[in-house]
Nanobody, 121 residues
């Protein structure tokens, strides 16, 4: 069994920062790529960032590049999303996901429940 639990969301003013955490349980956390996705109100879920099994490579959506940074600590079974220079359009439910392989050219197969991020103007 695999469980993903997000935390760190909340209400923040534009220009502020938040750090999201995703605590995982289950076997072989270090062997899988991890990612963050988000779903704004009334829109479909879309990609935010991903990181390979050992943190050696990352990918960030153009909309967040330079502002958000994904990282992981395999010793703590945790993946992070550092969010800076937040904009109102970043408002969404943010989901943590585990990919089905070591690299993020695979598909996510486990999802967290999500954490709400609201950015006020």
């Amino acid at each position: 069994q695999v469980q993903l639990v997000e935390s760190g969301g909340g209400l923040v003013q534009a220009g502020g920062s938040l750090r999201l955490s995703c605590a995982t349980s289950g076997r072989s956390f270090s062997g899988y790529a991890m990612g963050w996705f988000r779903q704004p109100p009334g829109k479909e879920r879309d990609f935010v960032a991903a990181i390979t099994w050992n943190g050696g490579m990352t990918n960030h959506a153009n909309s967040v590049k330079g502002r958000f940074t994904i990282s992981r600590d395999n010793a703590k079974n945790t993946v992070y999303l550092q969010m800076s220079s937040l904009k109102p359009e970043d408002t969404a439910v943010y989901y943590c996901a585990r990919y089905s392989g070591m690299y993020y050219n695979s598909d996510p197969d486990y999802w967290g429940q999500g954490t709400q991020v609201t950015v006020s103007s």
